[in-house]
């Protein structure tokens, strides 16, 4: 197995995991981790992917994955604070009894 | 650096698994959260591993620093402290464990026949000034829309989460 395999199949673990939380939990903040999850397996992908390619001195890859670290922190941020938001409005942050977007 | 399929890597490899595996199984929701941290260290020390030092510690400032404390203060401020929950599923969670298992098995199946043998090509380990000087001067595009992109999402946050106001003006 060749080292950039490892990381590869490493990150499709993390993926599925992430992937099985966004899928199967019941709360809404444990669904954002999941997706949270998914994101850095992307980043560790885009790492593997810039560090085993034929040109690592040119920043590509490890620059795409800190502008995607930054791009994941407002999307925590904007996806918590819509859950706060719902939890106001209806005292739960239960998805199956989210069924409906209207006040 | 060493670059082969070694300890650190299979040590590293273990902690993130284990803390992503914890925080899909655990009943109580802090613990999950904190479990989630430490799949982010796990995953920060793989970083520094593929000699990306800045994005290593870029993960461990901004993943365990902040996104892992607003998680903990999203689980406070809308359930409180030491509640264990009763349904932790959904009511198809054996649909969704099925999709995720068929994923990873597509992902691993094409890494597995696709990848070429590739080596490590030998670098020097960028640094600071190499990154700010990349990000000056080729990404500073990507760097000020990233800029505005983060602003406007912290101020549509602040504006979603804070509590409606009449038109009167009076709070809620």
Not at chain 2, 15 to 38: D, E, F, K, Q
Not at chain 2, 134 to 155: F, N
Request: proline share 3%.
């Amino acid at each position: 197995m060749t080292p950039l395999t490892a990381y590869l199949l490493l990150a499709a673990m993390i993926f599925a995991l992430g992937l099985g939380i966004a899928l199967t939990r019941r709360v809404a903040i444990l669904v954002l981790i999941g997706i949270e999850l998914m994101l850095n397996a992307a980043n560790l992908n885009l790492i593997a992917f810039w560090r085993f390619g034929p040109h690592p001195e040119a920043l590509t890859g490890m620059m795409f994955a800190i502008f995607s670290i930054a791009v994941a922190a407002a999307e925590a941020a904007v996806g918590l604070g819509l859950v706060i938001a719902y939890h106001r409005h209806a005292r739960t942050t239960d998805l199956d009894a989210m069924t409906r977007m209207k006040g | 650096m060493i670059h082969g399929v070694g300890l650190p890597f299979f040590l590293a490899s273990m902690i993130t698994l284990i803390g992503a595996l914890a925080a899909a199984t655990m009943r109580n929701l802090v613990h999950c959260a904190l479990s989630l941290t430490v799949a982010f260290g796990g995953l920060a020390l793989i970083y520094l591993q593929l000699d990306a030092q800045f994005a290593g510690f870029a993960q461990i400032l901004v993943y365990i620093g902040a996104v892992a404390i607003l998680v903990v203060f999203a689980i406070l401020l809308t359930r409180g402290v030491g509640t264990t929950l009763i349904h932790v599923y959904a009511q198809k969670w054996i649909l969704g464990l099925l999709l995720a298992a068929g994923v990873f098995a597509l992902l691993g199946w094409a890494v597995l026949t696709s990848i070429p043998r590739v080596a490590a090509p030998e670098i020097a380990v960028p640094t600071v000034l190499t990154i700010g000087q990349s990000l000056m001067h080729d990404y500073v595009l990507p760097l000020e829309i990233t800029a505005v992109l983060l602003t406007v999402a912290l101020i549509g946050a602040v504006i979603v989460a804070m509590p409606e106001f009449k038109k009167n003006g009076g709070a809620e």
